[in-house]
């Protein structure tokens, strides 16, 4: 009882201070949202409830009813993160399968390996990428080579030959998949190293193939990972804008991330902006408590 109490003493002030400033940094956002703005299109924020406008957040509820830009741009970031989310999965469950079941005195390394982008500046990586796909690169020559690039272009995922910067939905999902496929790895590498080997050789003894001891054993027990995983890639991804930025830099490929960005920083339009970063705070706290809710039930569960 003692050290727990001691525990929970010694997070309170980092918890707090935490709290604190995204409560008021949060609260600040909220008050522009419902606030209004001067004849200079400058933010006025409303910080009294009582006094809240709501007029900019119908205006953008209005525009996503009706299927106009803000709904586009939304329904983009949903399939780039839905289709980058789901490739993420398809690469980075076996390597956090191999690491932690069959890597042996290897695993030290792979794990290495894992965490070295950590040590790289994401926009160095991402800079890197442009001159690998530029025109004339060497990740251009290669794909070329390889008949990848005439593959996508036959399935209608690439423009032109060496187009790979050209504005292409492709080549954003790409990148945002590099970018964020160590943060669901590791905690899908955690959840598979933590299953209990006896259980899987406990299906094989009654019978299960290996493929069927995967399916039945290791795959539900890995679930709490890969839902951790999920919402470590989907919660930055939904709100980034430097990538499509980079890689393509076009209207095309804009995210709900950009046009915040161009509605706030670059445009004229903050309050709007506040609004939709409202909307998609909204969404993120929906999945968070989809995650938490998920994997209380799964503690629940193996308590029982």
Not at 13 to 29: D, K, M, Q, R, T
Not at 173 to 195: C, E, N, S, T
Not at 242 to 250: E, G, N, R
Request: include cysteine.
């Amino acid at each position: 009882m003692t050290s727990r109490w001691t525990w929970r003493f010694l997070a309170l002030p980092g918890v707090a201070w935490l709290s604190i400033f995204f409560l008021v940094a949060f609260y600040a956002v909220v008050a522009v949202a419902f606030g209004n703005q001067d004849t200079l299109s400058q933010p006025v924020p409303f910080w009294n409830p009582l006094d809240w406008n709501v007029g900019y957040v119908v205006d953008v509820l209005r525009n996503i009813w009706h299927g106009e830009q803000y709904l586009t741009v939304s329904l983009r970031t949903l399939e780039f993160v839905a289709v980058a989310m789901a490739l993420c999965l398809l690469i980075g469950y076996p390597v956090a399968y191999f690491a932690a079941r069959h890597a042996g005195r290897w695993r030290g390394l792979v794990l290495l390996l894992l965490i070295v982008p950590f040590w790289i500046n994401y926009l160095m990586r991402m800079l890197a990428w442009i001159n690998l796909l530029s025109p004339n690169g060497w990740g251009t020559t290669v794909l070329h080579d390889l008949g990848i690039e005439r593959l996508f272009i036959t399935l209608g995922l690439l423009s032109a030959p060496g187009g790979w910067l050209e504005g292409q939905q492709s080549t954003v999902i790409l990148a945002l998949v590099y970018g964020y496929i160590p943060f669901l790895i590791l905690p899908l590498y955690a959840a598979l190293d933590r299953i209990d080997q006896r259980q899987i050789e406990a299906a094989r003894d009654l019978g299960a193939s290996p493929a069927s001891a995967f399916l039945r054993v290791t795959l539900p027990l890995s679930m709490p990972g890969v839902l951790a995983g999920c919402v470590l890639v989907a919660l930055p991804m939904f709100g980034d804008y430097f990538t499509p930025d980079l890689v393509s830099a076009s209207t095309k490929t804009n995210m709900i991330g950009n046009q915040i960005d161009q509605l706030t920083r670059q445009g004229s339009e903050k309050v709007t902006g506040a609004v939709l970063t409202l909307l998609l705070a909204v969404v993120l706290f929906a999945l968070m408590y989809y995650y938490l809710r998920s994997t209380r039930r799964a503690g629940m569960v193996e308590t029982e």
